[in-house]
């Protein structure tokens, strides 16, 4: 079977086909021949398959096609939970679609909200937004209407429907006609099936990717046992030894926090491990642009918080480390499937201090798999411990945390206000919020003795 035939059992047209060889592509993935079909039939679609498994193409490709045989703007709206997603999946629109002149944009946070504007007034195919912005975009302008699109597609449905964007997502729901088709896709749809089908409610074309395990099995999954205060020298030891195998392939460090991010980032760069940070306390240009560096390879390691666990898909990714194991555990798949992608190898390392062997049985649990342990050279840990200790602690002075946490508040007061809350008072409730945890926290660690004041209470 030639490519061309192949691809044309989907009945796309002749340029799409075309465009899908020029781009490599050979031969479709299996969440693509499902669901392809069943989405040119007009039926709404839930697709659930492994992270890399091509899930991007199995929406875009129906999508064009319905789109040159009545082409219009607004035709189709994507919603995905991060930013950096939104321009990938923007970016593969446009290769896609050059040869009909599609016209798309990017409706995201951080972004110049009038030149967005603009550009929703004049009537693009297709709009890949998250849901805060399009949302501010819908209340504070009448330029430009979702009322007759055609596709609604949520990338990474589960995510977008977990309860952190409930509000804005309402709201985009609100500006949609009923008729419409609903496309969802994600590697764990599963825990969030029976709100998808509510949203649906018409007949749904469910394809979940038969397997036991939810990670790709290319993926190679270790964890390192390490001390927690030494965690650091672990990491980098880490980093070191595979390095003396592996010079070139890309790496992406996971931490749970944007201020770990960022202090790591600053510490393995004092060390000699060039890299880029990508977290939410960064402007939207610099997220944009420590990306751009890490997909050209000018440095080859990014440091990240879970903004960056979503969707992305770069190739040269060979390794993922989590430096700290995830808090919920399906987000571990999403992070390890940066790596192992279409079909490639790849190796995941999860750093676990004893406080963290419940969570790696949580993660073990989902995924139903176990991950094996290895040991990186003690020894050289022991050597290179106070240097990375020093730099660390050098890195938080430089941060300037007043700086950081100012900017920190400064988001979450932006956010208070869209929700209609005051600042002042959420800002004093979250104050004494952390005040209590801070004393809970203190008095555990000293036994109690010393809060008891006078009184007698504590
Ligand atoms: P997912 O959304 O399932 O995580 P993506 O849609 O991001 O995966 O695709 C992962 C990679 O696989 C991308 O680089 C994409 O270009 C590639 N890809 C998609 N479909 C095919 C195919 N049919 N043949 C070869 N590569 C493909
Ligand atoms: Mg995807």
New binding site residues.
Partial sequence: MSDKEFFNKFNLNDWIIKQ?SS???????P??SNCIPEILKGKDCIGA??????????FTLPILQKLCEDPYGIFALILTPTRELAY?IAD?FAVLGKPINLKHCVIVGGMDMVEQGIKLSKHPHIVVATPGRLADHLESCNTFTLSRIKFLVL?EADRLLSGQFDKQIKLIFNNLPKIRQNLF?S?TITDTLEQLKEVTGKEVFLYETPSEIATVEQLEQNYILCPKDVKDAYLVQAIREYRTKNQKGNIIIFTNTCKDCQILSMTLNEVGFENVALHAMITQLQRLAALTRFKSNTVTILLATDVASR?L?I?TVELVINHTIPKVPKEYIHRV?RTA???RGGKAITLITPYDIKMLQAVEKEINIKLTEIKVDDNEVSQIFTQISVTKSEAHIKLDEDDFYEKKLINKRKKWILEGLDPDEEESKMLKRSRKKNTKKLKKKYNNKLFISNDGNS
């Fill in positions: 899908c781009i490599g592509l050979k031969i479709a993935t969440i693509q398959a492994k992270t890399g498994s091509g899930k991007t193409l199995a990938q593969q990338d896709f590697a969707g898909d190739p499937g992608r279409a079909g």
